[in-house]
């Protein structure tokens, strides 16, 4: 394997003193499987790209502090080998802060529970423990690096550190100089990056949805540097309760030809391949699917948009040397609103024809002809000849597919979850007043029962409000027995505190997302269930269940994310009345604890009775006998958790996509499914399945699994 040398001018990368033109698509290797990733990545190549990025998951490779895991979907190195094996570079963000949608952003777990410990800034035990895992980890990868022989051309510290750097002010900034002379030390041999929000010492890369609007300011902050775009987003996740977030293939041609056009000569489309988050991996509220309306579907498979990027990528391909060879092109008005960009070299030509607004088309002259350019569209004109269409793909290019059943609807059988006051005291966690969720179950099931007494005295008995002062993320509440209250039934994905909190915001991170979020000065954290119970002895049940960690500190209202908590944290009140306890807890589901999820035990499942809350389902099936990717049908099902052969395939929530998208994200995202259940299909990796296969659903409400079945991707 040879050696490269990695380095940079104000025009591009430059591989072994080559500029280049990196055109690069993130696939992160948990969000598939192993058996997968040779296909994603000779897709990815034949759709002209020549580099493969991806982030590390510091939370899923250290889930443990001390014990590290790089088996299965995690072998971070078979993953870049296969890549190199086809070809591609690899550009890996190490964060080890990620964002990603990922629990906790990437962080493990555990960190929160660190004393004292304060989040990306300057505090001992955090700058402690990220400084140990980044220098294990780049010792562990030295071999794949490029200048040892191994694909990785980029590294990434930190990320998106300029979103909140405005909350921690120059402390803030000293940290993220600890970090860059951290990365220094490290001696990776290939350059840093950093993404929106830099330090000398790094390339600042940009991250949006429209690259060229942010490269003026890039080159004229960093005039020695290419502009590199670390995050093109070609769609968007998709949160419980809200629309799927699509974005089209016209429009993503569109903003990467519109970037190139103005000098730009790095993309990364973040995500090509989105895939799923398994297990409990998803950040708070994020959908088991992390599709993300990528170029390759969730199931690995082509697109639309992948082949018209395709077509894209072999125009710019060809015509790299004359892009390269020149200087950055000087924006020029062409008459009628449009733009222009030439670029010559070596007796070649290369011109982008750039329509910005976004409705109306525009008429070009050219060759004595006019000709139209649609709304936010880019002509490309090589050597005077028209090459490429942002707004046309080709009828060819053209690809819809649909789920088809698999298989017969699967025959259930059942058992129920026991109730708290079922439960042997073995487990159980005894303290006057409620305690935080994450310190008991430190993650690792979402769920905690919260069991108390409540004594209703005679002056009391009636209509009432049961307050709860601090709760998250969704809450089902017993009384003697019976659900009478849940909620909240729609999360929010930046959840504000109080106005107190939002007034101690720094005033340029307020103006950065007045446009983008709501403040409604409510804490989102006090839960009021209006209730109306007799005098006397009741028992509360409180379940509480998790949707994941949050990924960054203004989902929590600008706190730093040392201040996530799940479950109960404040006291629980009867009208104005705090509940005197003693307090019992279960971290996790009693069938967690025992062989219940992989469906063992034949003798404890029977055949389905009157329906009742938080019950476990039992389905076995053979294999289909159909080639394509499968998906499990979850129609009619409520919200809970699914394993097949006693893996998790990940958190299910058919609730209906009643939000309301963010307003920022409508300048590139088109709204679909209003109204229709958040994600109905779920997917079985083919490497899960056997030939007899047991699947087995833990559901939270009375739903019953009449209507589920495995389909097929075709
Ligand atoms: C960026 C972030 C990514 C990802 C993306 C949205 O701000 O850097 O990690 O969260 O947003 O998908």
Redesign the pocket.
Known sequence: MTEKQIGYDRRALLIDGERTLLLSGAIHYPRSTPAMWPGLIRRSREAGLNTIETYVFWNLHEAERGVYDFSDRLDLVAFCREAQRQGMHVILRIGPY????INFGGFPAWLRDIPDIQFRTINAPFMAEMERWVRWLCAYLDPLFAGNGGPIILAQIE??YGLIAPTYGETGQRYLGWAIELGRTLEVGVPWVM?VGGMPGAIETI?GFYGHEMIDDHHATHPDQPSLWT?N?PG??DLWGYPHHTRAAENVAYGVARFIAAGGTGVNY?MWHGGTNFGRESMYLQTTSYDYDAPLDEYGLETTKSRHAAALHRVLLRHAATLLGAGRAVATPLGGGLVGYRYAHAGHTLEFVCNDDRTTAREWQHAGRSVLVAPRAVLIIADGALAFDTAVVAPGDRISRAMQPAGPYLAFACRDEPWPAERAADGAHRADQPIEQLRLTHDRSDYCWYSTTLTIADDEAGAGTLVLGGAADLVYCFIDGVCVANGPALLLENRMRTDGDLAAFAGEVRKRYDAMFTYDGDDTFVLRFPLTLPAGAHRLDILCCAVGMV?GDWQIGFQNMAGEAKGLWRPVLWNARQLAGPWTMWPGLAGERTAVTAGADAAGWRAPDAARPLRWWRAQFSRPGDDAPLALDLAGMGKGLAWLNGRLIGRYWLIAATGTSDAWLATAIIDRGVGEPTQRYYHLPAEWLADENTLVLFEETDAAPETVRVCAWH
């Open positions: 990620i964002c990603a949608e990320n998106e993404c991250n995050e987003w968007w996740y973040y990924k």
